[in-house]
């Protein structure tokens, strides 16, 4: 399974980003999850990045494809948990719980991100695009 970081649905949407052709190669997989959260969070993009809510509609209907799954408590509190044990920021909170989604799961990471990357292959998450 892969677990789906909000800039790979970002990098996706748009056919002009710098990693559209891996994103999209990604998404298109049977096997991706896409926590809760990520959704939220790529609302707040889409809608910063174009403000039309007939776009952000059209959107989030498209994520009706997909499985996406609430976090329940102990991924949270697993988050908080790996907050404390690298002593870095609660604001970088929803990083961690997308990081706990993937432990939690067994899952690999799909992610842009260069600082989860990193916390992902220190806590042992296969990370792609590799």
Same mark, same amino acid.
């Given at each position: 399974? &892969?677990?789906?970081d909000?800039?790979?649905?970002? /990098? ?6 710098? /990693?559209?052709?891996? !994103?999209?190669?990604?998404i ?11 959704? /939220?969070?790529?609302?707040?993009? *889409?809608?910063?990045l ?19 799954v ?11 948990n ?5 002593? *870095? ?7 961690? &719980? &997308? *990081?706990?989604?993937? *432990? /939690?799961?067994k899952? !690999? ?22």
């Open positions: 399974m &892969i677990v789906v909000t800039n790979v649905l970002v /990098y996706a949407t748009f056919e002009d980003s710098k /990693y559209h052709k891996e !994103s999209v190669n990604i298109q997989r049977e096997d991706v999850i896409i926590p809760q959260i990520v959704v /939220y969070e790529y609302l707040e993009v *889409l809608s910063e174009v403000p039309d809510l007939n776009f952000v509609k059209t959107k989030t209907e498209e994520l009706t494809e997909f499985n996406i609430c976090e329940d408590m102990n991924i949270i509190l697993q988050a908080i790996l907050i404390k044990n690298t002593k *870095l920021s609660l604001k970088n909170i929803n990083d961690f &719980i &997308i *990081l706990s989604f993937s *432990l /939690y799961t899952s !690999s990471l799909a992610t842009f991100d260069v600082k989860l990357r990193k916390l992902a292959e220190k806590n042992g998450v296969n990370v792609l695009p590799s």
